[in-house]
């Protein structure tokens, strides 16, 4: 074994030693990652600081995120630096195991696709040498833990660094100040390394976190005033506390100003200052040095920050920093629905960073007079403005001030310029651009299925698609080779028979191996359509109850997802899955042929499993509203056919790999048009279809029980009659539900066909080239960021 391996295992044995007084034999799995976790950081200490100079001094871009879904780092950061095998068999010598790590908790600074992207971002750009780093928060709590009471969620917050946190490093001497209207606070960052695989490069993701000026008044303690004394640490920790606090009422949307305002604020000081080493106070090279993306609206309040910033401290003219901006930022739109598009109302921007809303106000003017030279029609020029009606709308901001806007499919990005953002592609249509998300292949199949990395290894002859992942096509060869097809579906079944310990003893529930492993895994949200996916496992459950559904493969259910607290519709779709899973397991009449499971608090970790042992990817929100989608290319790249409609990815998706080897329903955007347009009438369908209308009848006539909060009554009440807010069945499930249940039956049957089946599956798995985050970043750095890969870093 390498000698420096040995060295590592020696400092990893040192350090146990000094600071737990305990062996590796001995030692506690979070005081094992710790150890390792920390000897590591000193492996990469050189590397690292190397890095960032060189990132330094070329044209630099960054990432600015509300979100940075990291997951577990330790096990991706031992795949990138070479080392898993070799921890492994020397932990295994010392009588321990690295099987041990998966107890530690994950790093949940996210909620869902746009965080985890974020961090898949990240990552391929370390590994193609680019010189980008991210900005983002470094929530106390994250998310929050999801535990499943009575089949309601239940938030606990997650206290992610109670045993520390090993990689990152606090640096006090680069905080900074953030000032709001009536608080000052300190700005602290810890610095994240982004390891790139395979090379010596190594990005920074910089976390902020709140902290007072003051942490304690002595005076006010001992004049028994306790509460006072430490008041002003609270007010300033609460604003990196929690990811999304709840904004349900003027204090909590006054909050989240705060965060979005707070790490922009201090993110910009930090890039000016690196900027000032090399420039001083001529910013006539700022853009020139500098890209900065923002991940959807929550960082758009740095458009007009930066401004502040040159204006107030740096003596640039107005038109000047303006112009910098039109330069520097650019803007990844993640929805296609008004409702989500962010907007601040003029009162809360005062009462919180009035100086800043002085600034939008400014730029807002500068939107008038060129949409007036434009010869731009009164009412469709007002409908553009960043201030209407006492409101701030932070994506025409962030379009108006942005050097290039971009969607995240092809879908999406043609709904953006067709609908959604009609009137700005038709103004600045050299603007817009696509940029298919992607994920990254070392987390998402290398680090999470070993054992179908190996058989892909084997087959290509060397590891090179771990960089590459375009190779995977040479494997279509292979589609009719029963002999590798049925490697692959062993490799599946033990993925699943792993999967099944897992939930064993996560959940306390037993599920069959042996059966098909039907997947949703997503934020719990309406049009994500998990209700639709729910109704019709309740028809199959009294299909094949009632005898008419018969030879039925059997089939697992598996649901993951987190509600917002606030969403009490959502949580109501939660406690709906558990009851339907509750009537299933005590009916002896499909006992073993059909099975529910909710997962609690899912995450990244759980993620990694589910997607390895997965045999169907459900993939089905209302055409034209989601972006993309990421969990539909995890799921395809371990081999799970997609169940999905013509929405976000699954349109490419399907063109890589063939609409005959997925399995796809339902309306189109242009049907789903129609059917608006047409006046779409649900309760005609209930009328209609005796399926539609025992599912929903199941959740008003006593077969459900909700315990009483009438949540799905109201649930029933909103496909049928609506609500104040939004019109019946507003995401079109009852269009769908004939269509999708059938594609359900057709996959049931399918499954029977093992070679067939297996053959669907290796051909998206060799056609998901495309949906690497590597292909995504490589796009980002030559078509937006203008940014060249840095030398390597000599080891």
Not at 784 to 792: G, Q, R, T, V
Request: proline share 2%; glycine share 6%; net charge negative.
């Amino acid at each position: 074994m390498h000698k420096k391996n040995e060295a590592i295992m020696n400092a990893v044995a040192l350090f146990l030693k000094s600071e737990y007084h305990t062996t590796i034999k001995e030692a506690k799995p979070e005081q094992v990652h710790y150890a390792l976790s920390r000897t590591l950081m000193t492996q990469i200490a050189d590397r690292w600081q190397e890095s960032a100079e060189k990132h330094q001094k070329a044209r630099h871009a960054y990432y600015f995120s509300a979100e940075f879904l990291i997951g577990r780092a330790i096990q991706n950061n031992m795949l990138s630096l070479g080392l898993t095998s070799d921890i492994h068999d020397m932990l295994r010598e010392k009588g321990a195991d690295l099987s041990m790590l998966e107890e530690i908790e994950d790093c949940a600074l996210g909620n869902g696709g746009l965080g985890r992207l974020a961090a898949c971002f990240l990552d391929s750009a370390a590994t193609l040498d680019l010189p980008l780093d991210g900005y983002g928060i470094r929530y106390k709590y994250g998310l929050f833990k999801q535990t499943i009471v009575g089949g309601f969620q239940q938030e606990e917050a997650d206290d992610w660094t109670r045993f520390g946190d090993p990689w990152s490093l606090r640096r006090e001497d680069e905080a900074v100040t953030v000032e709001f209207r009536n608080q000052t606070i300190k700005a602290v960052p810890y610095d994240v390394p982004v390891i790139g695989y395979g090379t010596h490069n190594v990005g920074t993701l910089r976390l902020w976190q709140a902290e007072p000026l003051k942490a304690f008044d002595f005076n006010l303690f001992n004049d028994q005033a306790y509460d006072k004394a430490v008041e002003e640490r609270n007010r300033a920790e609460d604003i990196s506390r929690v990811l999304y606090p709840n904004d349900s009422t003027d204090e909590g949307k006054m909050l989240r100003l705060k965060q979005q305002y707070f790490f922009c604020c201090a993110s910009l000081q930090d890039i000016i200052k690196k900027y000032k080493k090399t420039y001083g106070n001529d910013f006539s090279h700022f853009a020139e040095l500098n890209a900065i993306q923002l991940n959807d609206t929550h960082p758009v309040i740095s458009i007009p920050e930066l401004i502040r910033q040159l204006i107030d401290f740096e003596g640039v003219s107005f038109d000047d920093a303006l112009a910098i901006c039109k330069q520097v930022f650019s803007y990844t739109n993640h929805t296609i629905m008004a409702e989500a598009l962010e907007k601040w109302g003029k009162w809360l921007m005062e009462a919180t960073i009035p100086r800043v809303f002085e600034i939008i106000r400014m730029i807002d003017e500068k939107l008038a007079q060129e949409l007036n030279e434009r010869g731009m029609p009164g009412d469709k020029a007002y409908s553009m403005r960043i201030l209407q009606h006492d409101t701030v709308h932070m994506a025409y901001l962030a379009i108006f001030a942005s050097r290039y806007v971009n969607g995240v499919a092809r879908l999406h990005t043609e709904i953006l310029k067709t609908d959604a953002l009609k009137d700005w592609y038709q103004l600045y249509p050299e603007r817009f651009q696509n940029k298919t998300n992607g994920i990254t292949q070392r987390r998402w199949l290398a680090l999470c299925n070993p054992e179908l990395s190996g058989l892909i290894t084997e087959l290509l002859g060397s590891k090179d698609w771990v960089t590459d992942l375009s190779q995977l096509k040479t494997l279509e060869k292979f589609a009719d080779d029963e002999a590798v097809l049925k490697r692959f579906m062993e490799i599946k079944q033990l993925k699943r028979e792993h999967l099944a310990r897992y939930i064993k003893k996560q959940e306390r529930v037993l599920i069959d191996p042996d059966s098909i492993y039907d997947v949703q895994i997503k934020r719990l949200h309406e049009y994500k359509r998990q209700f639709l996916n729910i109704l019709a496992v309740l028809e199959l459950y009294f299909e094949i109850a009632e005898g008419s559904l018969k030879d039925f493969t059997p089939t697992t259910f598996i649901f993951g997802a987190k509600a917002a607290p606030g969403y009490r519709r959502a949580k109501g779709i939660i406690k709906l899955i558990n009851e339907v899973a509750r009537l299933i397991d005590n009916d002896d009449r499909v006992r073993g042929k059909l099975k529910v499971i909710f997962v609690s608090n899912y995450n990244v970790s759980y993620a990694e499993k589910i997607v390895a042992a997965a045999n169907v990817s459900e993939q089905i929100s209302t055409a034209g509203t989601e972006a993309s989608g990421t969990g539909n290319m995890k799921l395809m790249l371990n081999g799970a056919v997609t169940l999905g409609t013509y929405d976000g990815a699954n349109v490419e998706i399907v063109e890589e790999a063939g609409r005959e080897n997925n399995y796809i329903f339902g309306a189109t955007v242009e049907e789903v048009a129609q059917a608006a347009q047409q006046g779409y009438n649900p309760k005609g369908i209930y009328d209609s279809d005796h399926r539609v209308k025992r599912v929903l009848d199941a959740l008003v006539n006593g077969t459900l029980n909700d315990g009483g909060t009438g949540m799905f009554r109201e649930l029933h009440d909103s496909i049928l009659y609506g609500a104040s807010w939004h019109k019946p069945d507003q995401y079109y499930l009852l269009l769908d539900f004939s269509r999708y249940l059938e594609a359900k039956k057709q996959i049931n049957r399918d499954y029977n066909d093992s070679k067939a089946f297996a053959r669907k599956c290796w051909i998206n798995i060799c056609n998901a080239g495309k949906f690497s985050s590597d292909r995504t970043i490589a796009e980002y750095a030559q078509e937006i960021w203008h940014i060249n890969k840095i030398e390597p870093v000599q080891q």
